[in-house]
T-cell receptor, first 113, second 114 residues
Framework: DVKVTQSSRYLVKRTGEKVFLECVQD?????MFWYRQDPGLGLRLIYF???????EKGDIPEGYSVSREKKERFSLILESASTNQTSMYLC????????????FGPGTRLTVL | AQKVTQAQTEISVVEKEDVTLDCVYE???????LFWYKQPPSGELVFLIR??????QNEISGRYSWNFQKSTSSFNFTITASQVVDSAVYFC???????????FGTGTRLKVLA
């Protein structure tokens, strides 16, 4: 059973804290994505990675950075969390060649106080 | 620029009714893929279907069916004889061949009432 897992389902942080959201996939996928989901806005791409140590900015990268040191792991970093980063964060992965579907993790609901 | 529009924010139906979720997309590219995903209350998006731009054949899978019409740039999703378990947020998405980017619509929340 293929899996994308995210380190936390719920997270509460304070303004200014450094926040790490971890995502791990066990499908040996090259491509991994971080999305943010907000009501009325759908899913918006923050960053994606097409290989280890490779990354590209998505539509809303401001305030975020990412790390991909191993193929199976893709981390999203909020350097200094702000209240407007309160949101649902979704990780996804897909095979580079057989791009039938993105596999999504269960999401992390982050609240920044 | 590419865009996906799901004009229906929320739909409520009574169990056993049929319901159609609309999806309209915009792209100048000739090769692209369209997707539907379901997001139940648990939060994890579940893949339902992928269609490529050269395949306009409609598809049926059990109570689900999809109508792809390039002439109107639409990829609509119909649930026949809806059930309470169909209650979820449904997303339509577009991906252009040769890119890694997926453009999602804003989603339609479907509530099926018993």
């Amino acid at each position: 059973d293929v899996k994308v897992t995210q380190s936390s389902r719920y997270l509460v942080k304070r303004t200014g804290e450094k926040v790490f959201l971890e995502c791990v996939q066990d499908m040996d996928h090259e491509n991994m994505f971080w999305y943010r989901q907000d009501p009325g806005l759908g899913l918006r791409l923050i960053y994606f990675s097409y290989d280890v140590k490779m990354k590209e900015k998505g539509d809303i990268p401001e305030g975020y950075s990412v790390s991909r040191e191993k193929k199976e792991r893709f981390s999203l970093i909020l350097e200094s969390a702000s209240t407007n980063q309160t949101s649902m964060y979704l990780c996804a992965s897909i095979h580079r060649v057989f791009r039938n579907e993105q596999f999504f993790g269960p999401g992390t609901r982050l609240t920044v106080l | 620029a590419q865009k996906v529009t799901q004009a229906q924010t929320e739909i409520s139906v009574v169990e056993k009714e049929d319901v159609t979720l609309d999806c309209v997309y915009e792209t100048r590219d000739t090769t692209y893929y369209l997707f539907w995903y379901k997001q139940p209350p648990s939060g994890e998006l579940v893949f339902l279907i992928r269609r490529n731009s050269f395949d306009e054949q409609n598809e049926i899978s059990g109570r689900y069916s999809w109508n792809f019409q390039k002439s109107t740039s639409s990829f609509n999703f119909t649930i026949t004889a809806s059930q309470v378990v169909d209650s979820a947020v449904y997303f339509c998405a577009l991906s252009i061949s040769g890119t890694y980017k997926y453009i999602f619509g804003t989603g339609t929340r479907l509530k099926v009432l018993a």
